[in-house]
């Protein structure tokens, strides 16, 4: 039997209620913001990098074998997370290691998981 999402608690607005222009500014303000973060996270190969990410530094080739994945594709992911401020590189002789930097995507990956894999 389906929950019923209509009587569950929310943080969000009541949109049967006025809000007020100050509320309503920061909401619509933000959602590009969200809609951008929420973009760089809806591909698999993304979600697996920092679902991997989140347990600890990786270098490059931990992540291709984890993923299964060329080292072209694997960067690819890479630099549309670190453009999203995502992820950070740092470098150590040949190998670059990455690590995760936003504790919002940490968030997200958690909740994917639960709701998701378990």
């Given at each position: 039997m389906p929950e019923d999402y209509a009587n569950a608690s929310s943080i969000l607005p009541d949109p049967s209620k006025p809000m007020d222009d100050e509320t309503w500014k920061r909401v619509k303000t933000n959602a590009q913001g969200a809609s951008d973060f929420l973009k760089a996270l809806s591909h698999e190969g993304r979600l697996m990098i920092?679902?991997?990410?989140?347990?600890?530094?990786?270098?490059?080739?931990?992540?291709?074998?984890?993923?299964?994945?060329?080292?072209?594709?694997?960067?690819?992911?890479?630099?549309?997370?670190r453009q999203e401020r995502l992820i950070s590189a740092r470098r150590e002789g040949k190998q670059i290691f990455y690590s995760l930097t936003d504790e919002r995507a940490r968030r997200i990956i958690e909740q994917v998981y639960e709701l998701f894999c378990t």
């Amino acid at each position: 039997m389906p929950e019923d999402y209509a009587n569950a608690s929310s943080i969000l607005p009541d949109p049967s209620k006025p809000m007020d222009d100050e509320t309503w500014k920061r909401v619509k303000t933000n959602a590009q913001g969200a809609s951008d973060f929420l973009k760089a996270l809806s591909h698999e190969g993304r979600l697996m990098i920092l679902c991997s990410l989140a347990h600890g530094e990786k270098s490059v080739t931990e992540l291709e074998q984890m993923l299964s994945s060329r080292q072209a594709a694997v960067s690819q992911q890479l630099a549309r997370l670190r453009q999203e401020r995502l992820i950070s590189a740092r470098r150590e002789g040949k190998q670059i290691f990455y690590s995760l930097t936003d504790e919002r995507a940490r968030r997200i990956i958690e909740q994917v998981y639960e709701l998701f894999c378990t």
